[in-house]
């Protein structure tokens, strides 16, 4: 038998997901899931597009095989899996997050110059680095992946529990987020205050992790008055996490002290 795959395939407009890690719908997708291998996941809403059976592709939604970016997604499956240790996947492009950022009436160029925070491009894949305090699947990129499951065992080994709120999440998810304020009424300059911009969040790009305690409200002020942070201060740096956005940051981005950032090549064994 072929192992469980353990990452997830990106695509702009639909996510490849490891059968095993979804949670079924209803009667009929339980049983296709079961012998599924991948999913095809639309990124804007989660709906389950197709599942790929031993036969061939399944649909599990009218029309599937008109959905806008499915070549791209089943282009994605058919390419050769990344093999165990890779750590570098390649970037999407950007083309399809400008013209939707453009649609939202957010000058992305202007947010950039203004916020100080480049574009976020999402990685082509994402490795499976457990899961979250919801008991969702975290996804985050290779090199974070593995310095988290290292901090994290370091942490309990100090009697520290951290635990994961929230890692990679696509554009199209904080595009879902957006558009939907909009639809409320809201105005851009009044999102941004509290959300940030579509395309710019750390969190696309897979390499940033939200932290919490157990038992702690998710990504809180409070938060920095645990002694999960404590240890993170002092700790978290040794597995090349730096915390992003502290107070005053040049950003004008909310103090988060539960939002930890992992810089690239700075873990110990990056070179290893
Ligand atoms: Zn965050």
């Not at 009218?62 to 959905?67: D, L």
């Not at 696509?170 to 909009?182: E, N, T």
């Amino acid at each position: 038998m072929r192992p469980l795959p353990r990452v997830l395939l990106n695509s702009a407009a639909i996510e490849v997901w490891p059968s095993w890690l979804l949670a079924a719908r209803s009667n009929r997708d339980a049983r296709s899931l079961a012998r599924a291998r991948w999913v095809l996941r639309r990124k804007r809403d989660g709906l389950y597009l197709a599942a790929d059976l031993p036969e061939g592709w399944l649909g599990l939604t009218p029309r599937w095989n008109r959905e806008p970016g499915l070549d791209e997604a089943l282009d994605a499956v058919d390419a050769p899996l990344p093999h165990a240790g890779a750590r570098d996947p390649a970037s999407l492009p950007l083309h399809a997050l400008r013209e939707r950022l453009d649609a939202l009436g957010l000058d992305a160029d202007d947010y950039a110059a203004r916020s100080g925070l480049p574009l976020e491009p999402e990685p082509r894949w994402l490795a499976h680095a457990g899961f979250d305090r919801y008991r969702r699947p975290l996804w985050l990129h290779p090199d974070a992946a593995r310095a988290w499951a290292r901090m994290r065992a370091h942490a309990l080994r100090d009697g520290i529990v951290l635990e994961a709120i929230s890692g990679y999440r696509s554009h199209d998810y904080q595009l879902g987020i957006f558009a939907r304020k909009r639809a409320r009424g809201l105005g851009v300059d009044a999102i941004l205050t509290v959300n940030a911009a579509p395309g710019f969040s750390q969190h696309h790009g897979g390499l940033a992790l939200d932290i919490g305690e157990p038992g702690e409200p998710p990504a809180e002020e409070s938060f920095e008055r645990t002694a999960a942070f404590d240890w993170l201060r002092a700790e978290a740096g040794g597995h090349g996490f730096v915390m992003s956005y502290p107070r005053d940051n040049p950003h004008g981005i909310v103090y988060e002290p539960w939002h930890w950032y992992h810089v690239p090549d700075a873990s110990p064994d990056a070179n290893a």
